[in-house]
């Protein structure tokens, strides 16, 4: 490996590193507060909101983001003549999956003050959703220190209002409210930084061109579409099946598994450009790369699972308090599928980043099915624990098929 690419990776991971530790510091922070204020009912209510429009947001991209900064990556060029129209298609859909949002949102079974905060949750996103674009063209320049900047200030802005917010009022509203300002903020900045970086670039509406781009993209947005629902679903079902409550004590438990997955947050995002754009020059390389990536990720996922199953009593009992006890055993098994959420954030990136993204995308289809159908008997059966168990045996299975499927695919 290249002297100057290896300390260009340890730029951007320690860039990386950086904000995704702060950041996460100061979200769990905040989700901390928010469970020792509103209990296991409000955080519930909270985490059914976002992932709800998180799931509900699968229309505003057809994998775009992915395939622009893979050409990007490969070829600065991209950026005159296959940037603006991608960049129109994107606005384009970003405001079609608000409709589509705000539709939905009427028939849920939900009261009306909740309808309206995914609606005010989802018209923040039109913005976050065409940030993302951006972000990918940094990405694509091998720079990350701007997206850490932009993430530690909408953490520190979180964490400043919405504590106060917690403390003082109690109110689910008021904290929703300051957390869209301090997201406009974030992906304002995400959008100037972009432009600083790669130079300003105007959005061109071609419709007959959109259908090119999105027969190239549509494997990403199928392999988004699946993770999503194979990482997100657990926490809409479990809130529709069986309520708020249960859904925060699923949620505490798994507030420790996201701070475990800062690991795989800093080593995924620095690796990808740089596999994308060796795998034709210089394969012996990517295959490095990729095998020293998965032994640490294994090594470092399998000491934070232990963390997890070992220690959760204690975990549980300084950050969230006795109100979220039920959470301690949700604890243990979904400290299982920590190793395999890291190797399969890897596995997942060097399949797309090296043409074999419908190869993946087949195997997490797949898992996105197996989850659905877990979830729904598991949670019937077993409540929270159910919705646990369900994501190892997902997890898992993604890991043993996926790095059958990419040692093959290195090999060849």
């Known amino acids: 490996m290249a002297k100057s690419l290896k300390w260009k990776l340890i730029e951007n991971a320690g860039w990386l590193f950086v904000a995704e530790l702060l950041s996460r510091v100061l979200a769990y922070?905040?989700?901390?507060?928010?469970?020792?204020?509103?209990?296991?009912?409000?955080?519930?209510?909270?985490?059914?909101?976002f992932y709800y429009v998180g799931i509900l947001g699968i229309f505003s991209d057809f994998g775009i983001n992915f395939y622009i900064t893979k050409e990007v990556s490969k070829d600065k060029n991209r950026l005159?003549?296959?940037?603006?129209?991608?960049?129109?298609?994107?606005?384009?859909?970003?405001?079609?999956?608000?409709?589509?949002?705000?539709?939905?949102?009427?028939?849920?079974?939900?009261?009306?003050?909740?309808?309206?905060?995914?609606?005010?949750?989802?018209?923040?996103?039109?913005?976050?959703?065409?940030?993302?674009?951006?972000?990918?063209?940094?990405?694509?320049h091998?720079?990350?220190?701007?997206?850490?900047?932009?993430?530690?200030?909408?953490?520190?802005?979180?964490?400043a209002t919405g504590v106060p917010i917690l403390y003082h009022l109690r109110s689910l509203k008021a904290f929703v409210g300051a957390l869209i300002v301090g997201y406009a903020i974030r992906d304002s900045m995400r959008i100037?930084?972009?432009?600083?970086?790669?130079?300003?670039?105007?959005?061109?509406?071609?419709?007959?061109?959109?259908?090119?781009?999105?027969?190239?993209?549509?494997?990403?947005?199928?392999?988004?579409?699946?993770?999503?629902?194979?990482?997100q679903t657990d926490v809409v079902m479990l809130n529709l099946l069986r309520g708020n409550y249960e859904t925060g004590i699923y949620r505490g438990a798994y507030m420790f598994v996201q701070v475990a997955l800062l690991i795989p947050g800093i080593v995924i995002p620095t690796i990808l450009p740089p596999m994308a754009r060796l795998w034709e020059e210089n394969k012996g390389t990517v295959r490095v790369l990729f095998n020293k990536a998965y032994l640490a990720l294994l090594g470092l996922g399998i000491l934070g699972a232990g963390g997890l199953v070992v220690f959760p009593n204690l975990l549980?009992?300084?950050?969230?308090?006795?109100?979220?006890?039920?959470?301690?055993?949700?604890?243990?098994?979904?400290?299982?599928?920590?190793?395999?959420?890291?190797?399969?954030?890897?596995?997942?990136?060097?399949?797309?980043?090296?043409?074999?993204?419908?190869?993946?995308?087949?195997?997490?289809?797949?898992?996105?099915?197996?989850?659905?159908?877990?979830?729904?008997?598991?949670?019937?059966?077993?409540?929270?624990?159910?919705?646990?168990?369900?994501?190892?045996?997902?997890?898992?299975?993604?890991t043993i098929v996926g790095s059958y499927k990419a040692y093959q695919h290195l090999k060849a």
Do not use: C
Not at 29 to 49: A, C, D, H, K, N
Not at 131 to 139: A, D, H, Q, T
Not at 147 to 152: D, G
């Open 29 to 49: 922070g905040i989700i901390v507060v928010m469970g020792r204020t509103l209990g296991p009912e409000g955080l519930g209510l909270y985490s059914f909101i």
């Open 80 to 140: 005159h003549d296959l940037v603006p129209v991608a960049l129109g298609l994107k606005i384009f859909l970003a405001f079609l999956n608000f409709i589509i949002l705000a539709v939905v949102t009427f028939f849920l079974p939900k009261p009306l003050w909740v309808k309206l905060l995914i609606l005010a949750v989802g018209a923040e996103a039109v913005l976050y959703w065409v940030s993302l674009f951006f972000s990918g063209i940094m990405y694509a």
């Open 142 to 159: 091998e720079v990350t220190k701007y997206e850490s900047i932009v993430r530690i200030a909408e953490r520190v802005w979180a964490f």
């Open 192 to 231: 100037y930084f972009t432009v600083k970086l790669a130079g300003f670039v105007r959005p061109e509406f071609r419709p007959r061109e959109w259908l090119g781009i999105i027969r190239k993209s549509y494997p990403f947005w199928l392999i988004n579409l699946f993770t999503m629902i194979y990482y």
């Open 316 to 398: 549980i009992s300084i950050f969230l308090g006795s109100k979220f006890l039920p959470s301690i055993p949700v604890l243990k098994i979904l400290g299982i599928a920590v190793p395999f959420m890291f190797l399969n954030s890897l596995i997942g990136s060097l399949m797309n980043a090296t043409g074999k993204e419908l190869e993946f995308t087949k195997i997490v289809g797949f898992t996105a099915l197996l989850n659905v159908v877990l979830n729904y008997i598991l949670i019937m059966k077993y409540g929270v624990s159910g919705a646990a168990t369900a994501t190892v045996i997902s997890q898992a299975f993604v």
